[in-house]
Nanobody
Framework: HVQLVESGGGSVQPGGSLRLTCIFS?????IAWFRQRPGMDRERVAR????????SVAEFARPRFTITQDNAKNTVYLQMNGVKPEDTAMYYC??????????????????WGQGTQVTVS
């Protein structure tokens, strides 16, 4: 079982920066950041394979957003630079069970955090 706790959201002006933090416990083969904007489907922002694996960032987020991991702290970060009003959303950290695989589809992810709100205005 994987537990995830997000933090770091808040209100920021356009062009500003935020760093979201996801602290996780348990074993997983993929951790992703998703976001859900008002009235829209959940979409993947970025994902990382833990322990030095590959990284992928959605086209709409490049090059403004980066995803990194601190292995020693079991923490995954989403650095958001140059934010725009359209980045306003609830941001979620998600993970797959061991043996699972990364996907852009939310249904593939077995574990979710509670979310952290980002508001850009």
């Amino acid at each position: 079982h994987v537990q995830l706790v997000e933090s770091g959201g808040g209100s920021v002006q356009p062009g500003g920066s935020l760093r979201l933090t996801c602290i996780f416990s348990g074993s997983t083969d993929c951790i992703a950041w998703f976001r859900q904007r008002p009235g829209m489907d959940r979409e993947r922002v970025a994902r990382i394979v833990p322990d030095g694996g590959s990284i992928s960032v959605a086209e709409f987020a490049r090059p403004r957003f980066t995803i990194t991991q601190d292995n020693a702290k079991n923490t995954v970060y989403l650095q958001m630079n140059g934010v725009k009003p359209e980045d306003t959303a609830m941001y979620y950290c998600a993970a797959v069970r061991p043996g699972g695989f990364c996907s852009t589809k939310p249904a593939v992810y077995d574990y979710w955090g509670q979310g952290t709100q980002v508001t850009v205005s």
